[in-house]
């Protein structure tokens, strides 16, 4: 007999996400990547037990996450980024959220506290034919991770146009 629980589970593709960076800035990404977790361990050999170790959990280290979009004329990332050179305060939550067809929230992560520390524009080709990519990372302080729209704007989500609200 097939278990009840799989054949509830609604998977999504990789290729329906949307990005919201501090409810001012929203934008169309074209990738997201980099988005982890890793709690560092210790292991301790304990004098005389050969067949087992003992793990001690230490510091939580996030990933850094970049995100990538075709060059506009937008200026937010930069504005974003001259920030930080006035000294001003520039910590931003930044949502991703991923749909399912329908459009439906299916998954959140929350990056707290998310500051830009890199900020890249692509090599110019005067032969070249390809989109130009700009890269922003982001480095953070901490990881919400939810379903209900994850403490997402649904509002400014509805206002650009790219998942109309219903």
């Not at 560092?40 to 939580?60: A, C, F, P, S």
Request: hydrophobic fraction near 35%; proline fraction near 2%.
């Amino acid at each position: 007999m097939a278990d009840a629980t799989y054949n509830q589970l609604n998977f999504v593709t990789s290729n329906r996400f949307y990005v919201e960076i501090g409810g001012d800035i929203a934008a169309s990404f074209t990738e997201c990547s980099g988005l982890s977790v890793q709690i560092k361990k210790n292991v301790y050999q304990e004098g005389g037990v050969n067949d087992r170790q003992i793990i001690y959990l230490g510091h939580t280290e996030f990933a850094d996450v970049t995100l990538k979009r075709g060059i506009s004329d937008r200026l937010g990332f930069w504005k974003w980024l001259n920030e930080i050179f006035e000294n001003k305060s520039s910590r931003r939550n930044v949502n991703i959220l991923v749909f399912n067809q329908a459009g439906e929230t299916m998954m959140s992560w929350t990056l707290i506290g998310a500051i830009p520390v890199t900020w890249k524009t692509p090599t110019l080709q005067a032969d070249g034919n390809v989109v130009a990519i700009e890269e922003l990372t982001l480095a953070y302080e901490g990881l919400k991770v939810g379903k209900d729209k994850g403490g997402g704007n649904p509002v400014s989500r509805g206002e650009t146009g790219f998942f109309p609200s219903k």
